[in-house]
Nanobody, 124 residues
Framework: QVQLVESGGGSVQAGGSLKLSCTVS????????MAWFRQAPGKEREVVAS???????YYADSVKGRFTISKEYVKNTLYLQMNSLEPEDTSMYYC??????????????????WGQGTQVTVSS
């Protein structure tokens, strides 16, 4: 069983930055597709970004140029650097993992393992 633990959420003003982390309990982290999803109240869970390797990443149009997803293999940790945050980015953010390469675009049904979520709130 793979466990994912997110951290780094919080409250910021519009234009600010946050960095989310997701620590993964597997030694084969490098062979997993990793992704960040988000879900706002009353809305469906949507993909934010995914990565299998440095050369295989995906970003939702709404976050392109503002968010960066990355893996740190030594620490088995996934990151999401979020810059120029907007009130529309306010959501619960979830880390997800699945063995193998990522779908394109990735879909929540592709992922077997999920974290508990971390709240991001952006005020105007």
């Amino acid at each position: 069983q793979v466990q994912l633990v997110e951290s780094g959420g919080g409250s910021v003003q519009a234009g600010g930055s946050l960095k989310l982390s997701c620590t993964v309990s597997t030694t084969i982290f490098s062979t997993y597709c990793m992704a960040w999803f988000r879900q706002a109240p009353g809305k469906e869970r949507e993909v934010v970004a995914s990565t299998f390797s440095t050369y295989q990443t995906y970003y939702a149009d709404s976050v392109k140029g503002r968010f960066t997803i990355s893996k740190e293999y030594v620490k088995n940790t996934l990151y999401l650097q979020m810059n120029s945050l907007e009130p529309e980015d306010t959501s619960m953010y979830y880390c997800a993992a699945n063995p193998g390469i990522c779908g394109r675009p990735p879909h929540l049904s592709h992922f077997a393992y999920w974290g508990q979520g971390t709240q991001v709130t952006v005020s105007s």
